[in-house]
């Protein structure tokens, strides 16, 4: 696979626009082409918005409640933080196409659409289709992408009332997608009631794998948790534990309001070292933490690790949801390098965490083999892609196929070799 592309931004489009599907068109014409048939006898309105700020956060959080997989990335604070910190904006190549299907004064279905001039943040990699594409003469991008930026965690992406609002969203997916002569659209990180919509009419399916915990909603102590290890991997994390406090390492944990403004410096500080230790600029601004700070504090969990004289040397951020007993592990960072840190801030912390208080999965990120010892299991992720071009088509279709089937047995093969002991220890 060749280097990817340097990141490049999309046309500019309207702030917003609306289509309102003509029954009396005649086949073949604009409108035809634009909207998808109605499943409802009375056609809703078709909306784009290229900022989330236009949509109303009760109604477009309200469906998101009431879905199959709801998280907080997916709240519509989350996104507009997104966009109006200038993290994921069209300077950037993220351009918000935001489509939202209306019934009169009421949202039916809604979904974060970008226009996207590269595949960064993505973490579902088609920089090999980009490259195929070039190689013949075509433009890969702009692409539509279905998405929360920089954010690789499962869930809903395609918010509806019901079956019938969103095969309405997903057509005029396909339409946005036909009127703007884009390659392909992409669906990524969707729950089970988005890849039903998005099956048949030319849909290719793809799967990875991450790394999730899951408990049984029963408080317990972490020591107990350790207890149904595997021996070999009981003394790996308790040897890794003690070499961190024998480093004078103490943490402290703080939760929603009671992080300050000075623990969000501080963890930003952390958190733009990681990124320049693999020489690349943060994705996110200063401004999107602070507005995390003000619009979802109740959705942050912080583990902030100070030496011996007190002062801090690293920190972890975790995104909590109290409503599923779910915790999603997001950024890290020190100051200086202690053997193991990263580990116990990552994964021990927060996982002692949820086990402490009963919670029923924490979630340790995309890819890394290595959470598997620490008892985090494989778990297949989704995502759903529509190419235009119908050879390109036919080849990802015959790429992602053979992919699938690999990836089945990658998932099988870890699971033959999971952390837990089955008898004795």
Known sequence: MTAPPSPSSPPASPSSSVARPDPEAAPGSAADRDAPSAPHAVQPLIRVDDDPAALPRDQWNALLAASAWPSPFMKLEYLEAMHASGSAVASKGWQAQFLSVWDGDTLIAACPAYLKGHSYGEYVFDWAWADAYERHGLAYYPKLLVAVPFTPVPGSRLL?????????????????TARSELSSVHVLFGDEQDQR???????????????????????????????????????????????????????????????????????????????????????????????????????????????????????????????????????????????????????YQPLAWCLENGWRRFEGGAQGEHKMARGLMPVATHSAHWLAHPQFREAVADFLQREGEAMDEYIDELERHQPFKTSGG
């Open 160 to 176: 509806a009332r019901d079956e019938a609002a969103r095969a309405w969203l997903v057509k005029a997916l396909r339409a946005l």
């Open 197 to 347: 919509a998005l099956t048949g009419d030319d849909w290719l399916a793809r799967q990875q794998v991450q790394f999730h915990w899951t408990g049984d909603g029963e408080p317990r102590a972490f020591a107990d948790y350790l207890a149904t290890l595997q021996r070999e991997k009981r003394k790996k994390i308790q040897q890794e534990r003690r070499k961190v406090a024998e480093a004078g390492i103490r943490f402290e944990t703080l939760r929603g309001a009671a992080i300050t403004t000075a623990d969000w410096d501080f963890f930003y500080e952390c958190y733009t070292l990681t990124y320049l230790a693999h020489r690349n600029k943060p994705y996110l601004t200063r401004d999107f933490f602070a507005r995390m700070a003000t619009d979802m504090p109740e959705h942050w969990l912080m583990f902030v690790a100070r030496d011996d004289q007190g002062e801090r040397v690293a920190a972890s951020l975790v995104a909590i949801d109290e409503s599923q007993r779910a915790a999603y592990g997001r950024y890290w960072g020190s100051t200086r390098y202690i053997p193991h840190l990263h580990f116990d801030a990552c994964y």
